[in-house]
T-cell receptor, first 112, second 111 residues
Framework: DADVTQTPRNRITKTGKRIMLECSQTKGHDRMYWYRQDPGLGLRLIYYSFDVKDINKGEISDGYSVSRQAQAKFSLSLESAIPNQTALYFC???????????FGPGTRLTVL | GENVEQHPSTLSVQEGDSAVIKCTYSDSASNYFPWYKQELGKRPQLIIDIRSNVGEKKDQRIAVTLNKTAKHFSLHITETQPEDSAVYFCAARLNDYKLSFGAGTTVTVRA
């Protein structure tokens, strides 16, 4: 089945370290998104990309960067991790027509 | 941008009763309103959605209503079952295809 996958699924790192979260999809969708989930705050958009050459900031992009390596791959980087970036991170994809977003399984990141 | 508020934050219902979750949005140009269900430890998954040209939509035990004038929409779950226990998120989308999510409602169905 076509799916959205994320690696790693869990990661513990230290303050100041650089870390990359990866997302791959086999749905053939052009649009990809990165969200973070915190208790009581819902899902907040970090970055989104409508195609390989299109990258846009979301509502909470400070401290994060992204790379769209191919239609199927969208990576999120934390250049210098800090404890308040501890959260559950989700990648999602959508096509243009339907607009429904399909989420990956999530990456639980802990910054000590 | 769009701002979505969701109430209540927690909801406990007796099995067989109904559950209602309400959301309001700020931008009258929003045209698509999905609802996602997230079971414990799982990814959010779409359960129902409604577009701005429709006032109500039903799918078995779940229904969504939209009031564009008041800028609010609601999820209704009837005859609740234990498997309905989850976190539910509403969202609103403008023409740019970005979703703005509510903070979520934790629904617990008591046996």
């Amino acid at each position: 089945d076509a799916d959205v996958t994320q690696t790693p699924r869990n990661r513990i790192t230290k303050t100041g370290k650089r870390i990359m979260l990866e997302c791959s999809q086999t749905k053939g969708h052009d649009r990809m998104y990165w969200y973070r989930q915190d208790p009581g705050l819902g899902l907040r958009l970090i970055y989104y990309s409508f195609d390989v050459k299109d990258i846009n900031k979301g509502e909470i992009s400070d401290g994060y960067s992204v790379s769209r390596q191919a239609q199927a791959k969208f990576s999120l980087s934390l250049e210098s991790a800090i404890p308040n970036q501890t959260a559950l991170y989700f990648c999602a994809t959508s096509d243009f027509v339907a607009g429904e977003q399909f989420f990956g399984p999530g990456t639980r990141l802990t910054v000590l | 941008g769009e701002n979505v508020e969701q109430h209540p934050s927690t909801l406990s219902v007796q099995e067989g009763d109904s559950a209602v979750i309400k959301c309001t949005y700020s931008d009258s140009a929003s045209n698509y309103f999905p609802w996602y269900k997230q079971e414990l430890g799982k990814r959010p998954q779409l359960i129902i959605d409604i577009r701005s040209n429709v006032g109500e939509k039903k799918d078995q035990r779940i229904a969504v209503t939209l009031n564009k004038t008041a800028k609010h929409f609601s999820l209704h779950i009837t005859e609740t079952q234990p498997e309905d226990s989850a976190v539910y998120f509403c969202a609103a989308r403008l023409n740019d295809y970005k979703l703005s999510f509510g903070a979520g409602t934790t629904v617990t169905v008591r046996a």
